[in-house]
T-cell receptor, first 112, second 112 residues
């Protein structure tokens, strides 16, 4: 079973639409990161959220960390074809093991 | 600035063969990680290292061994490859615990 569940698994939308993807867990995390991965490349960090309830914005992307630090969301406004990719959340277990665990990812396709 | 370099980029092995994947980083990072990525599974942590001479098990360590003899290098070994180890392997490094991870571009391994 995946410690971090991401939904939806796949999303195909038209350019200009808005979307939200989710990252959920039954565990509490000290902090959470979001990455984007393009074909043939490694993931690239988008943002780190640390405080429960924190909201961060990166141009058209809005990231939120849940109050209980068990979940997070990524909202994209007016999606563009350049947003196409695999979105991954990653969280650090609060067991002092330094293990950074990734979710299964949401694959986004933005059609022109 | 090369960042994180993985070699080789592609490899095909027969069942039972052995091989070593090399990861090198030039950012003087303390932490290094090996992940495997399979369809629908996101990234799963195999082994990681929090400093030169140290290694620790991740989520899926069985069938793999690692070594961190030099700070800049992290080697992943498969002693007796199995078809279940067919995957894309990613190496990553970070400055400290939960700093942004910098990924290589992956090694695509096929075991027949």
């Amino acid at each position: 079973t995946q410690l971090l569940e991401q939904s939806p698994q796949f999303l195909s939308i038209q350019e200009g639409e808005n979307l939200t993807v989710y990252c959920n867990s039954s565990s509490v995390f000290s902090s959470l990161q979001w990455y984007r991965q393009e074909p043939g490349e490694g993931p690239v960090l988008l943002v780190t959220v640390v405080t429960g309830g924190e909201v961060k914005k990166l141009k058209r992307l809005t990231f939120q960390f849940g109050d209980a630090r068990k979940d997070s969301s990524l909202h994209i406004t007016a999606a563009q074809p350049g947003d196409t990719g695999l979105y991954l959340c990653a969280a650090l277990l609060m067991d002092s093991s330094y293990k950074l665990i990734f979710g299964s990812g949401t694959r986004l396709l933005v059609r022109p | 600035n090369a960042g994180v370099t993985q070699t080789p980029k592609f490899r095909v092995l027969k069942t039972g063969q052995s091989m070593t994947l090399l990861c090198a980083q030039d950012m003087n990072h303390e932490y290094m990680y090996w992940y495997r990525q399979d369809p629908g599974m996101g990234l799963r942590l195999i082994h990681y290292s929090v400093g030169e001479g140290t290694t620790a098990k991740g989520e899926v360590p069985d069938g793999y061994n690692v070594s961190r003899l030099k700070k800049q290098n992290f080697l992943l070994g498969l002693e007796s490859a199995a078809p279940s180890q067919t995957s894309v392997y990613f190496c990553a490094s970070s400055y400290k615990n939960f700093s942004p991870l910098h990924f290589g571009n992956g090694t695509r391994l096929t075991v027949t």
